[in-house]
Every structure is written in structure tokens, then in C-alpha cells.
């Protein structure tokens, strides 16, 4: 582990150096070390007639913006004591769309290339403002990625030890912090992009080059040693929860023109159940640097996470654990070393501001932009609700442009107001309301794919977002809460992917039909395990005492995360990340608690 004694070892006279690892590199790091820059041997893989990939070419795969799953549900049907069940395998491709931002093209090639080659015939929103297209046959993956490609659109690093999909503010208003942050996202993924031209020879059929020309200048011959997030952010419009990134930059506004950047590192909400040194973290503030230094602030912190990330252990392999366990000022003076630029200090900015822009909002351009709740990011047609149909017949109308959003839902923008009304009668006629017809609860849950596709899942997600959500509901509407914002995210396991530590519950898979609930996060502050391994049924029961409490002692229009730290937060002091008696974080993040106040927000956003 890097411990902070063998920092000390090192010294920081020439810089922080690469700390000695007891064990070998992970198999992940042996499969790109001889992937001749991510070639290996995909190629042939792909023309071949088996229905999978070998285990290595499935890692390389993830660089390219693919995974290898297969159908759980299929598997568990044929098992038998004899044995495991059958394998029925296909591949999620997931799109590239920096800050979520889409042409009507775009939109429409999507929906064409869904409709062909995925099963179910859905498109699918993701939390990083993607799309991910499930269910494609490894027959149709080669021209899957070329059809994406051929609008416009690239799954090149969608997924992989590289810098994962820009997120940003979606809203798409003109003010200066929001035109800066979208032309960001932009240049910060053309800057971070892998330069092999492994992607172009497979799946475009561009001329073979010699690899062994090939430079790598910032990722090396071994990439990163795991994922690495970047997120953008406005302090009243943090729709992406930026602390919640490996690398979170958060505009500072100032006389109408955005100069400068806070710059905080070292978030991220995967854990693994019941493992001490397995933990979600907020970044923590690093300082603040000129807004013409964003892209290579980012690939200097991309730099030490490759030179310092764990490459023998990939659970222990973010530039979380770099930061928890070197330290916030080893690594800053890591960066200044590293830099040719100044980093000043950080700006107090106050509380970061949520909002899921749904419904009709003006653009601040004489223009306007209409926002729809799409349940769990799932573009498709069930019921009377026929959304992918709607969106579709939409967008070939009106021509919008479209906004993925961190919520997974969609924005339709740039439109006058006779063009924004008539989107919405298409939308109404397809049985899609753009108003508040859903409650709060309803609007603002998020859930991840979970079973029957995803391999990490420990219980559904997705499936059962419905029943929960109804027996929410109910539960509010008895105390009389129904109207007040209320935040639920599910995940089928430990690793987090829809920010499920930062809502006001969070559901999180432990085993088949039982989860671990996490209550009173926010965009400043991690959820609390309340109670473990919970019955499906017994979920919303189990939460009726803290909300009978919220109803009853609630300060007016509080937040119910608000009122749970008010309350309850501080004096049981669980662990706030893993519900493990000990924790090597545990101690810093109490310290945080007692520094900050009753509301348990860490206030890194307040100090310089």
C-alpha cells in the first residue's frame, strides 16, 4: 500500500517516485503490456466464428468500447446439478458523447442502429451521458461500432484504463460558465484520447501502420492503472455531482466571464461489501488554476495516477485510494512539480447546487429547451408509453439538438417556442408527458442495468426500480411528503455506478432479492449504511421510523438527507462508508463530520 511512512521514505526532493510493489502486475496490466497498443489479437477474434472472445482480447475490448457479457437469466434457466447453465453471449457497445451533446442526426442514426441490431430494440442513458446499446451479437459488433462511427460518434475509450466519457452541465444555456464548460468537455476529449490507431485499423479498416512508431506520450505502453473520471461543474448547476470524479473542475464565474477552475481529486463511489480498505470518497480540493491550464491540469492528474495507481490489485487501482493514502499535500506538490503553470489556492464557492432540468426552461438566447424523465435511461417503446417511438418522430420533425444528461434523461433544445410546442403535442400523442405528471421520487431515481446482463451484479436493479418506487410513494404520501424532493438510486452491487452514496437512499445489491440502504448522501456528502442485507419487501417499511421522524421534526422545505444528518447522522456515527467497525479512511471523514457541521457536508467547498 502506499502508506504515508514510505512516502516519507522516498523523499520529494526529484518528485514522488513509483513505490515498490510486494506483488506482480495484475494479469490486466500483462494483457496491455504485450497488446502491441491494443491490437492483440482482436482482429482475428472478431472474423472467427466462436460467439466470445478469450479472456484477453476481452480486456482490450473495454479500450475499444465494448464488454463481453451474457444473458443471467438464461444461465440460471438451464443450470443443473450437474453443472453451470448455458452461455448466451453479446456485447454492450458503449457510445462516446462528451457533456452528453448530440445532433438530430446523431439522435436519428441511433435510434436506426438500436432498432437494427439490439436486443429489445432500446437505447440505453448512462449516468455519464452516454449510450450504451445491449444485447449485440458478436456477428453484428464489427458493424455496430462502424455505423457509429459513421455519424460522427466514436465508442473509442467508452470504456478501459483511459479517461472515461466527459461529463459536464447539460443544460444548454448561454451564459459564459455554461458555453466554457461545453466547449471543455469538447477539447479536454480530444486532448485525452488514446492515440493508437489500433481502433482505426479494426473496426474502420484504415491502413496498418507500424505499432512500433506509435508514441503514447501520456498513457504509456500500459495506459492507467484502472478508470479515471473527469467531470465538470458550475457551483449552482452541478447536475454531473462533481465530487463524485477522479478529476473534478468546477467553474468560477466571475463579472460574467469564467477565468479560473477549482480543481478537487480523488472521488469516486465504488466499494466492495464489507472490505476495510474498499471505501466511496468525495475528491478533495487540490486548489484552483487558470481556465487556458483545464487540459493539462487534467493530463498532469492523469499523469500521476498512472505513475502512483496500484497495478497489482485493480480493487485498489483509482486515484482515490493515491490521494487517501499519500495525502492531498504530497500529491499537490506532486502536481506543482509537474506543472508549468501556477495553482493557486482554492476558491470558496458554498454549496453545490443539484437540478435535473426537466420540463420547458429558456436557453438565455431567445431560445428554449424542453427536458423528459426517461425511467432508468431506457429509450424504448413499453406500454402506452411508446418513448423511443416519440423521441424518434420527434426529433425528425422539430430537428432539436439533444443533451444526455447525468440523470439519464434527455433534453430537447435549441427550439423556438412554436417548435418546443409541437414536440411536446408529439411527445403527449405517444403517451410521453414533459411536465410533473411523474412525483418526486419517481423523477428523480436512478438505477443501472444490473441483471440479467451486467456481470458484477449481485441483485436486479433496473427490474425492480418500479415496485420500489411505488412502495415509496406510498410510504411519503402517508406522512405527507409525497411532494417533497426525494432522491433513490439502486445499483445491483457494491461498485456505485449511478452515484447511489450521494442520493437521499441508496440501494445497494448484497445478495439475490437483499440490499444495503444508504441514507442521507447529497453532492457534498456520502449516504450512511443504515441497515444491511434488507429484504426487497422490507425496504420501505424499514425506513418508515426516519421518515415519520422527517414529517415530524422536519425544518419546513429540508431536504430529507438534510434532516437525517440533522437528526441521526452524527450521534450513531456509523462508518460512514463501508459499515465496517474500522476503516482506514474512517477517522478522516469523522474529522470532517466535526469540522463541518451537523449537516455532514464535507466543506472542502468552503476553505481555501
Not at 441483485?459 to 426525494?486: Q, W, Y
Amino acid at each position: 500500500m502506499y502508506t504515508m511512512e514510505t512516502f516519507r521514505q522516498t523523499g520529494t526532493g526529484a518528485g514522488l517516485r513509483p513505490l515498490a510493489r510486494k506483488t506482480a502486475p495484475s494479469g490486466v496490466e500483462a494483457a496491455k503490456l504485450g497488446s502491441n497498443n491494443l491490437r492483440g489479437r482482436l482482429a482475428e477474434e472478431i472474423e472467427g466464428a466462436s460467439d466470445h472472445l478469450s479472456e484477453e482480447s476481452q480486456q482490450l475490448l473495454k479500450f475499444h468500447g465494448a464488454y463481453q457479457q451474457d444473458d443471467r437469466d438464461r444461465r440460471e434457466a438451464t443450470r443443473t446439478v450437474d453443472g453451470p447453465g448455458e452461455r448466451a453471449y453479446s456485447f454492450m457497445v458503449r457510445v462516446k458523447i462528451p457533456g452528453g451533446m448530440l445532433s438530430a442526426d446523431q439522435y436519428l442514426a441511433m435510434d436506426r442502429l438500436a432498432g437494427d441490431v439490439v436486443r429489445g430494440q432500446t437505447l440505453r442513458v448512462t449516468t455519464r451521458q452516454n449510450f450504451q446499446l445491449h444485447g449485440v451479437i458478436k456477428s453484428d459488433l464489427a458493424g455496430t461500432i462502424r455505423r457509429v462511427n459513421d455519424c460522427l460518434l466514436t465508442t473509442l475509450s467508452g470504456c478501459g484504463d483511459v479517461e472515461r466519457n466527459i461529463v459536464a452541465p447539460p443544460a444548454p444555456l448561454a451564459d459564459e460558465g455554461h458555453r466554457a464548460l461545453r466547449a471543455l468537455a469538447l477539447e479536454l476529449t480530444e486532448a485525452l484520447t488514446p492515440m493508437s490507431r489500433a481502433y482505426h485499423e479494426i473496426w474502420l479498416g484504415a491502413d496498418k501502420v507500424d505499432s512500433s512508431q506509435e508514441s503514447e506520450p501520456l498513457y504509456g505502453k500500459t495506459y492507467l492503472p484502472r478508470k479515471f473520471k473527469t467531470g465538470l461543474a458550475l457551483p449552482d448547476d452541478d447536475s454531473v455531482e462533481v465530487l463524485d470524479q477522479d478529476c473534478a473542475l468546477i467553474g468560477l464565474v466571475t463579472d460574467g466571464r469564467l477565468q479560473r477552475l477549482n480543481v478537487a481529486l480523488g472521488g469516486g463511489g465504488g466499494l466492495t461489501h464489507r472490505k476495510p480498505d474498499s471505501y466511496a470518497r468525495l475528491a478533495t480540493p487540490l486548489g484552483s488554476v487558470a481556465i487556458e491550464d483545464a487540459v493539462e491540469t487534467v493530463r498532469i492528474v492523469a499523469s500521476i495516477f498512472r505513475d502512483f495507481g496500484d497495478r497489482t490489485d485493480r480493487k485498489h487501482a483509482r486515484l482515490k485510494h493515491v490521494v487517501e493514502e499519500l495525502g492531498i499535500d504530497a500529491v499537490a506538490e506532486e502536481f506543482r512539480r509537474r506543472a508549468r503553470f501556477s495553482l493557486h489556492p482554492w476558491v470558496p464557492i458554498g454549496t453545490l447546487r443539484r437540478n435535473a432540468w426537466l420540463g420547458r426552461h429558456d436557453q438565455r438566447d431567445g431560445r428554449c429547451f424542453v427536458g423528459v424523465a426517461v425511467a432508468s435511461g431506457r429509450i424504448t417503446d413499453a406500454g402506452p408509453r411508446r418513448i423511443k417511438t416519440a423521441f424518434a418522430a420527434a426529433v425528425a420533425a422539430v430537428r432539436p439538438g439533444i443533451v444526455l444528461t447525468p440523470q439519464q434523461n434527455v433534453l430537447f433544445t435549441d427550439m423556438t417556442t412554436a417548435e418546443a410546442d409541437h414536440l411536446e403535442e408529439i411527445l403527449r400523442a405517444h403517451g410521453v408527458a414533459t411536465g410533473d405528471s411523474w412525483s418526486p421520487v419517481r423523477r428523480a431515481t436512478l438505477s443501472c442495468p444490473a441483471m440479467p446482463t451486467c456481470g458484477l451484479a449481485l441483485a436486479e436493479a433496473e427490474r425492480i426500480a418500479p415496485s420500489v418506487i411505488d412502495a415509496l410513494e406510498h410510504e411519503l404520501a402517508r406522512v405527507g411528503k409525497a411532494s417533497c424532493a426525494f432522491d433513490l438510486r439502486i445499483t445491483g452491487c457494491a461498485n456505485g455506478c449511478v452515484r447511489t452514496y450521494n442520493a437521499d437512499l441508496g440501494l445497494v445489491g448484497r445478495k439475490p432479492g437483499h440490499y444495503d440502504l444508504y441514507v442521507g448522501g447529497s453532492s457534498e456528502r456520502l449516504g450512511e449504511l443504515y441497515a444491511e442485507q434488507v429484504r426487497l419487501d422490507d425496504v420501505a417499511s424499514s425506513l418508515r421510523p426516519l421518515l415519520e421522524a422527517w414529517a415530524g421534526d422536519g425544518r419546513g422545505s429540508e431536504a430529507f438527507g438534510d434532516f437525517y444528518w440533522r437528526r441521526f447522522g452524527r450521534r450513531q456515527r456509523r462508518d460512514l462508508l463501508t459499515g465496517a467497525k474500522e476503516h482506514p479512511a474512517r477517522d478522516r471523514v469523522l474529522a470532517d463530520l466535526d469540522r463541518t457541521g451537523s449537516d455532514g457536508k464535507v466543506r472542502g467547498t468552503e476553505a481555501a
